[in-house]
Every structure is written in structure tokens, then in C-alpha cells.
């Protein structure tokens, strides 16, 4: 009797190419794949220019927003202590115009949101690139994947910290300074290098096809397109229409009246803390750090340093010397900022005369009654000392300060970043730091 398996048909080669090959047309790194009309090179070096402008000018602001603290001056300012020649543009912040910081960091934080949609489209306009086969080609095909998974991975770090940050929500682990910080160096670099590379094709491409004409071996244009839904032009109106949202639902964060009502997508936007003198943002209450009116009752007292020794004053004998006023507005990191308030109390330079220096203030170590956080003690330099705008504020809009504004004693200084102006002050150490 024969063996019947003899007769039973047998899968060839042949007859597992096609299934393998029609396997292969289904994975993203097929040219098949993408079929969306609308990806090509004249669309994605429209967003490519945006991105270059915008990012070059983010990248600025944040270095300004970095020299601000005035890192260099003190430990206790740089929360990047290792960071070299990274450092290198440092210099004394100045004090005028009063408005700086509000917009330097206003802008900022305004277009590092704005320019999230932009970012999100370009990103989807390459993604077919991300999945070519073979990974590398050559050594420098090698050399381009790795930019581009840099300047990928590291906008995407810089948008989701950077988002995370103006929320108040710390989910990433570490201090949000030194990750921010170095992951901004890693991300321009690539992006420079990215630039470098195709700033000239994306503007050559504009100048000859504009954005519909044709280009030859555009290898973003898939080989067989979908039927059109939406044309290239509409696509940029989309994305176009989503940054105006965002700003119109964002920027509100660095000004007063109805504009700040419509600020609905960030923390510091449409809720005014109360009305009255007091009626204006704060960053952190005196209960979320921990301070109680035994802290800043009749037992407190600030203790001024210098080459006269310590000297003790209370609040009483503060409001007894020279008061003088100034309209300055408070600008954090985050973005937010309010107007103009008016603040009153003692200069800084009159209570450093107290210390030993009469002709010429120094530096100041500043100390808060606050007893943790990154900010608990901070320096300002001579120059900020110096400005008559400077002062341990009492006062502001006329009536003693609020426990969450800083009661008994607060620091104001004109363009400094919010954490620099410290609340609950208890000691101020003026000379070498």
C-alpha cells in the first residue's frame, strides 16, 4: 500500500514569497503605506522655516531666562552646576527695563506652546522617513538617522517637559532645571545640525514649485496617493488655526483684563487669587510651604549682615525708616505675570549702607523664613542691590502685605524672575557669598 503523504500537496517557496511580500506592504516601512496626499517636500519645508524661526528665537529666550537667575553669581542660584562651557554667555542681568523678564520668559513660554502644533505636524509629515529600510545605507545615512532620532527625542522632551512645567505637574523624575537645561543643548544641537542640511533644499523648493509645484524625487510624496481630502493649503490652515487657539487660550498668562479671563489652558490664567490690593497672582501660598502667623508674628525679626555686624530690626522700625515706592510688576518662569503693582518699603541699598557698605552696595544673600525648597535662599547682584527700585517690600497697593504675598517682608527687584523676589524674608547677608 503506497504512502498517501507522497501525493499531498506541498507549500513551495514560491507560493510563500507572494504571502510574504503582501506581509511586507503592510508594515509602516513599506512605500505603500503612507498614502496621505498631502506629505511631500514643498509641505514639510513650509513647517521646516516656521520651526527654524521659531525654535532659534525659543532657544534664546531660554538662555536669557537661564542668565536672568544669575547662575554664576552664586551656589544657590545655579541649579545646572555642572554645566562647563555651557556657560559661556553668561552676564550680569540688568535691571532696566523693569518689564524685561515678563517678556522675555512671556515669549517663551507663549510661542513654546504655539509652536506645538507646528511641531507635531512636521513630525507627521517625515514620519515615513523614521521607518526606512535599511536603517543606514552608508556611514553618513548612519551618522543623519542618529540627528534626527537627537532632534526627534529631543523635542519631544523639551515641548512635554517644558508643558509639564507651566502645568505645575513634576511627573518627569528630577529637578525640571538641569533637565530642561541639557536637554535644550542636545535638541539645538541636532536641530542645528538638521537646519544645516535642509534649510537650503526647503527654500529652494518654496522658491521654484511653491508649495504645490512639482519636485523631483520627492521622497516624502507617497507612490500612490489616496484621493485627496484636504489640499496642502487647507492642511497649513489647520495648523495654522490650532497655534491662534492656542495662543489666543495661553497668552492671556502675561497680561490683565479680559485677555487673562481667556488664558482657560494654563494655571496662572483665567482665576484671579481675590480681589482688593492683594488681588494679583502668587506662585505658592504661605500654607502650601508651611509658614504660620508664629513664624511672622510679633517674635519676627530680620537680621541684616554685613561689616557692622548683625543688626536686628523688626517690623516696626522698618516701617520707621525712609519708605520709598515702586511700580513693579512679578514674572515667574512658568510664563505668567501680572501688571504694574505698586510696592513700598526700605531700599536695598539703605539697609545695606546699615551693614558696612555706604558708598557702594554688594551682593546680598537673601534667606526666607520658607525651610525647604529650591529657592529657600537666593543672591542678587550689586547692580540689582544698587537699583533705588529695589526694596524689602512691606507694602503693596497701599496696604500691608498678605501672608501669601510675603508678609512680614518681601524682596522686590525690577526684571528679576519671581523666585529671585522672596517672600517671608528673615535675613538679608550683604558682602562676599
Request: net charge positive; charged share 15%.
Amino acid at each position: 500500500m503506497g504512502d498517501s503523504r507522497r501525493n499531498a500537496p506541498t507549500p513551495s517557496a514560491s507560493s510563500s514569497r507572494p504571502r510574504a511580500a503582501a506581509l511586507l506592504e503592510r508594515l509602516p516601512s513599506a512605500p505603500g503605506f503612507w498614502r496621505s496626499p498631502v506629505r511631500g517636500v514643498p509641505f514639510t519645508a513650509v513647517l521646516g522655516l516656521v520651526l527654524l524661526a521659531g525654535i532659534t528665537l525659543l532657544f534664546v529666550t531660554g538662555l536669557l531666562s537661564y542668565a536672568a537667575y544669575n547662575p554664576d553669581l552664586a551656589p544657590v542660584n545655579d541649579k545646572t552646576p555642572d554645566k562647563g562651557l555651557l556657560g559661556f554667555y553668561l552676564f550680569s542681568w540688568p535691571t532696566s527695563p523693569h518689564w524685561l523678564y515678563r517678556l522675555t520668559q512671556g515669549l517663551h513660554v507663549t510661542l513654546g506652546i504655539v509652536l506645538v502644533p507646528v511641531l507635531l505636524a512636521k513630525l507627521w509629515s517625515v514620519v515615513p522617513r523614521l521607518f526606512a529600510l535599511p536603517p543606514a545605507r552608508s556611514l553618513a545615512h548612519a551618522l543623519e538617522r542618529i540627528s534626527l532620532l537627537l532632534l526627534v527625542g529631543g523635542a519631544l522632551f523639551e515641548f512635554v517637559t517644558g508643558l509639564l512645567n507651566i502645568q505645575l505637574e513634576y511627573l518627569f523624575p528630577g529637578s525640571f532645571y538641569p533637565l530642561h537645561f541639557y536637554g535644550a543643548w542636545v535638541f539645538f544641537a541636532a536641530f542645528l545640525a538638521h537646519a544645516g542640511l535642509r534649510a537650503p533644499q526647503a527654500v529652494r523648493v518654496l522658491r521654484t514649485g511653491g508649495l504645490n509645484g512639482p519636485v523631483p524625487d520627492d521622497a516624502l510624496e507617497p507612490p500612490a496617493p489616496a484621493p485627496p481630502t484636504l489640499s496642502r493649503r487647507g492642511a497649513l490652515a489647520m495648523v495654522g488655526a490650532g497655534s491662534l487657539v492656542l495662543l489666543v487660550t495661553s497668552a492671556g498668562r502675561s497680561f490683565d483684563g479680559p485677555l487673562r479671563r481667556l488664558a482657560v489652558l494654563t494655571p496662572r490664567g483665567a482665576a484671579e487669587p481675590g480681589s482688593g490690593p492683594g488681588g494679583f497672582q502668587i506662585n505658592k501660598t504661605a500654607a502650601a510651604v508651611g509658614i504660620t502667623t508664629a513664624d511672622t508674628g510679633e517674635g519676627w525679626w530680620l537680621t541684616v549682615s554685613g561689616p557692622a555686624g548683625d543688626l536686628r530690626f523688626s517690623r516696626e522700625q522698618l516701617l520707621a525708616m525712609e519708605q520709598h515706592g515702586a511700580a513693579l510688576p512679578i514674572a515667574c518662569v512658568e510664563g505668567w505675570s501680572t501688571s504694574d503693582q505698586w510696592w513700598r518699603g526700605v531700599r536695598l541699598s539703605d539697609l545695606a549702607a546699615l551693614a558696612g557698605y555706604p558708598d557702594r552696595p554688594p551682593a546680598v544673600l537673601v534667606e526666607s523664613l520658607q525651610r525647604g525648597g529650591p529657592f529657600r535662599r537666593a543672591a542678587l547682584r550689586d547692580n540689582q542691590v544698587r537699583d533705588p527700585r529695589s526694596l524689602l517690600a512691606l507694602q503693596v497697593n497701599g496696604e500691608d502685605l498678605s501672608p501669601d504675598h510675603g508678609y512680614p517682608a518681601r524682596i522686590i527687584v525690577p526684571a528679576a524672575p519671581g523666585v529671585l523676589n522672596t517672600k517671608w524674608v528673615s535675613r538679608l547677608t550683604f558682602g562676599e557669598l
